[in-house]
């Protein structure tokens, strides 16, 4: 099989940070609050429920996005090292699809977490508007903190574009 044939369709999940403390040193290290922590955890269950074990996982390097990963991946028992990246903190919807078309081509499911609004932009772009009517929905009314929305794709990840993604699931923890 050519290096840039999918094995089968990805899965792609857009995720907000979870709920986070009102103040930090800077923006940049507000951690997560009580709540934001246990919502991340039930996150985690949830996608655990789900059947999802990504391949790579993209967090923004943000003190609230990456113990938002490590809760995620403790609710998921996920024993998986995230990519930290700075650029996600501020990017824009582009930026943060920029960075997903650059995973490895045997990636198969992937998590990205970051910000809003970018993370409710770029679940809008994704959406082919072909898939869960309910989870279409869900992305269009907000994207509140730990909100997430799975994708399916059928392509390579260099190749993804708006519109070119079904959504299957929105989901948000609360717990």
Not at 52 to 73: E, G, H, K, N, Y
Not at 111 to 136: C, F, K, Q, R, W
């Amino acid at each position: 099989m050519a290096a840039d044939m999918p094995a089968s369709p990805r899965t792609l999940v857009v995720m907000r940070h979870a709920k986070a403390e009102q103040a930090g040193p800077t923006d940049f290290e507000r951690g997560l609050a009580g709540r934001g922590h246990d919502d991340a955890v039930a996150t985690g269950r949830w996608l655990a429920a789900q059947g999802i074990r990504p391949d790579a996982a993209l967090v923004s390097a943000a003190s609230r996005a990456q113990q938002t990963f490590v809760a995620v991946s403790q609710g998921a028992q996920w024993t998986l090292d995230p990519t930290l990246d700075r650029g996600l903190y501020a990017a824009d919807p582009d930026t943060a699809l920029d960075l997903v078309r650059t995973l490895e081509a045997d990636i198969v499911t992937a998590v990205v977490i970051g910000h809003n609004p970018t993370m409710a932009y770029l679940a809008m772009m994704l959406d082919d508007s072909e898939g869960d009517a309910d989870a279409a929905v869900g992305i269009a009314g907000g994207f509140p903190t730990s909100a997430l929305a799975v994708f399916t794709y059928d392509g390579t990840w260099r190749e993804l574009a708006g519109g070119s993604a079904r959504v299957r699931a929105f989901h948000v923890a609360r717990g």
